[in-house]
């Protein structure tokens, strides 16, 4: 019996292997990484994908800047873009605002 439950957990293990493996494949490697931030120089031979733009969400948050880029770039990571300029920054009242990046896609 205990050789039994061996290999039960070996097979369970397994199957848990393979189908992660097969979920991963069907990813490329660039939809895992995060944007980098970019000057245009960097851009000039990508391709544009579009401009995203990213809240700080509300309350009081007075690094307002840093949650609204995370929202960016989380953004943009969805799209599979690889590169990111940051656009501008507009505070909305004293403790929230939005982020605007231009995103851009590069072959390595």
Same mark, same amino acid.
């Given at each position: 019996?205990?050789a !039994?439950?061996?290999a039960?957990g070996y097979?369970?293990?397994l199957?848990?292997? /393979?189908a !992660?493996?097969? =979920?991963? #494949?069907? &990813?490329? #490697?660039?939809?895992? @990484?995060?944007?980098?931030?970019a000057q245009l120089?960097d851009?000039k031979n =990508?391709? +544009? !994908?579009?401009?995203?733009?990213g809240?700080s969400g +509300?309350?009081k948050? &007075? ?5 609204a880029? +995370?929202a960016? /770039? $989380?953004?943009a990571e969805?799209?599979?873009?690889t590169h990111?300029?940051w656009?501008?920054?507009d505070?909305v ?9 231009? @995103?851009?896609?590069?072959q $390595?």
């Open positions: 019996m205990p !039994l439950r061996t039960l097979h369970r293990h199957l848990k292997s /393979l !992660l493996t097969t =979920c991963l #494949l069907g &990813f490329s #490697l660039d939809s895992f @990484a995060q944007p980098q931030v120089t851009v =990508c391709q +544009y !994908l579009k401009q995203i733009e809240g +509300y309350g948050n &007075f690094s307002w800047q840093k949650l880029k +995370y960016v /770039l $989380s953004q969805k799209i599979a873009a990111v300029i656009v501008r920054f505070p009242g004293g403790f929230n605002g939005i982020a605007v990046a231009n @995103a851009y896609r590069c $390595s």
